[in-house]
C-alpha cells in the first residue's frame, strides 16, 4: 500500500481510513465511469479535485492491450508525472493526497487530490474569438513560446501527456493577463506516461494533439515557426532540415484529424 497525505487531509483523515473517506466526499461530479470518479470538493473553503480509480477489471485491460493502447490503471501515473514536472519546472497541478492499495492491477484501489487552481481559464477558451479579434501580437507570442517552452521541457524530462491540447493549458486570471503578467499550468496527467526518456513515438503523438487543437484559432506560419524555435531550443535552419519527417507528418495527422471530426460532427453525422 502507498499513502501520502499533505494538509487538510493529513488532519481530516487522522482517524480514518483514507480509502473509505476518499470514496465519501461529495462534490461537483465532473466523470462517473465504472472504473473511475472525478468531482471537485472543498475543504474549510478552499476547493480540490478529486480522482478515484477503482480498477478497470482484465478485460478492459486486455481490450487496451490487443489495441496497442496502454491501459490507465490507477492514480499512479498522474503523481509520477506531477512529481516529475515539478523538478523540472512545468508549471502544474498541486498534489496533497495519493493513495494506492492492492496488488492486483485490475482491482486496484486508487486515488489523487490536487489543489484547485482559480481562478483560470483554459488556453482554449482564451483563444476561442482571435479569427474575429486578434489578441496583441506580443501577448501571443508570449503565450507561443510558455506553451513551448513547456511542452519541450515536459518532453525533455520524460514525461508524454498523451491528451497533449491547448485546452489543458490553464492561464491564471488572479491578474489581468499581460507579458509582464503571464502564468500557465498545465493539467489533466491521468494518462501522462514517465520514463528516463520520452520516446519520439510519444513525443510526435503529443505535438500532433497540441498542433490539431490549434488549428481554428489564426495561427500564422509565422507563429509556428516561432513554437518550433522555443520547442526544440535550436536554430530554425537546423529544425527544418533535421525534423522534415516530423512537420510532414504532423500536417498530414491534422489533417486526417480534421477530416475525422467533421464527419463526426458536421450537421447530420449522425451524433446528436
Known amino acids: 500500500m502507498k499513502l501520502i497525505l499533505a494538509e487538510p487531509f493529513r488532519t481530516l483523515w487522522a482517524d480514518r481510513d483514507p480509502f473509505e473517506a476518499v470514496e465519501q466526499l461529495e462534490g461537483q461530479v465532473y466523470r462517473e465511469l465504472e472504473g473511475r470518479r472525478t468531482l471537485r470538493t472543498e475543504v474549510d473553503g478552499r476547493g480540490y479535485f478529486v480522482k478515484i480509480h477503482r480498477g478497470i477489471g482484465w478485460g478492459e485491460i486486455f481490450k487496451n492491450l490487443t489495441t496497442a493502447k496502454r491501459p490507465v490503471l490507477g492514480a499512479g501515473q498522474e503523481w509520477h508525472a506531477l512529481e516529475r514536472l515539478h523538478q523540472v519546472g512545468v508549471p502544474t497541478m498541486t498534489a496533497v493526497a495519493y493513495g494506492e492499495r492492492g496488488s492486483n492491477p485490475a482491482r486496484q484501489h486508487s486515488f489523487i487530490i490536487t489543489e484547485e487552481l482559480a481562478p483560470t481559464v483554459s488556453l482554449e477558451d482564451y483563444s476561442a474569438d482571435w479569427l474575429e479579434s486578434p489578441p496583441d501580437p506580443v501577448l501571443k507570442r508570449a503565450l507561443i513560446a510558455e506553451v513551448a517552452r513547456m511542452t519541450g521541457t515536459m518532453?525533455?524530462?520524460?514525461v508524454n501527456h498523451r491528451d497533449c491540447y491547448i485546452c489543458h493549458f490553464l492561464l491564471h486570471?488572479?491578474?489581468?493577463?499581460?507579458?509582464?503578467?503571464?502564468r500557465l499550468s498545465l493539467i489533466d496527467l491521468h494518462r501522462a506516461q514517465t520514463r528516463a526518456k520520452t520516446p519520439r513515438r510519444w513525443r510526435d503523438k503529443d505535438l500532433a494533439g497540441l498542433y490539431f487543437s490549434a488549428l481554428g484559432i489564426g495561427l500564422t506560419e509565422r507563429d509556428k515557426l516561432r513554437f518550433l524555435r522555443a520547442y526544440f531550443q535550436r536554430p530554425l535552419r537546423e529544425i527544418l532540415r533535421d525534423e522534415a519527417e516530423l512537420l510532414r507528418w504532423l500536417a498530414q495527422r491534422a489533417a486526417r484529424l480534421s477530416a475525422r471530426y467533421v464527419r463526426k460532427y458536421a450537421p447530420g453525422a449522425g451524433n446528436e
Open 173 to 182: 486570471t488572479d491578474r489581468p493577463v499581460t507579458v509582464n503578467h503571464l
Open 155 to 158: 518532453h525533455r524530462a520524460g
